[in-house]
Every structure is written in C-alpha cells, then in structure tokens.
C-alpha cells in the first residue's frame, strides 16, 4: 500500500524558512517521483516542484523557483521540500504525491503552512 506521511508544516513570518518532509513507504522512489503542490484557499492545486529520478533533475514552478528546493533521500524514501524567504502568500494546504513524470497519482493528507506578516 503506497502511502505518503507528511510533516513540518506550521506558522512561520515572513522573510522565514520551513522545511517540509514526505516519508513515502509501500514503494520506492524507482517507482514513483515524489512532488509537491499546494492549494491556497480559492484556488487551485498548484504543482512546485518534483524530482524525476530518471534523470535526478528538480523542476520548479516559476512562482517558488529560487525560494524553494527540493530534494530527496533515497535511504530513507524521504523527500524534503526546503522553503526560503517565504512570502504570505504562500499560505496554503501543501501535499507531497508520488507522481509519474509529476502527474500526481498519491497523496499524502496534505499539512498546513501559515506565513503571516
């Protein structure tokens, strides 16, 4: 049973950092990549960035690339999502998925991130 757990989320000001953790388990990252998107309320899910492990190379949204990184541990079947210089508007739900080429096919339960002025 494929099944993604996610931790890290919470309160931050802006200007702050946060970094969010994807523990996968029931496949391995040979199977699947791992992304994350967030959804702000009233707006739609939006993709930030995913690993394809084929080619071990990190695609990002334009609206976190810079700010965001992400990266995975294979020894661990974690993936990390490393958030900088965090704006209030990127307060949102955010969710890791195991995605094939970043199309989403699992979701973790999504965790809840705050930045506020």
């Known amino acids: 049973e494929v099944q993604l757990v996610e931790s890290g989320g919470g309160s931050v000001q802006a200007g702050g950092s946060l970094r969010l953790s994807c523990a996968a388990s029931?496949?391995?990252?040979?199977?699947?990549?791992i992304g994350w998107f967030r959804q702000a309320p009233g707006k739609a899910r939006e993709g930030l960035g995913c690993?394809?492990?084929?080619?071990?190379?990190?695609h990002y949204a334009d609206s976190v690339k810079g700010r965001f990184t992400v990266h995975s541990d294979k020894a661990t079947n974690t993936v990390y999502l490393q958030m900088n210089s965090l704006k209030p508007e990127d307060t949102a739900v955010y969710y890791c998925?195991?995605?094939?080429?970043?199309?989403?096919?699992?979701w973790g339960q999504g965790m809840q991130v705050t930045v506020s002025v």
């Open positions: 690993v394809i492990n084929s080619d071990d190379y990190s």
């Open positions: 998925a195991a995605t094939a080429n970043c199309a989403p096919r699992y």
């Open positions: 029931g496949f391995t990252f040979h199977d699947y990549d």
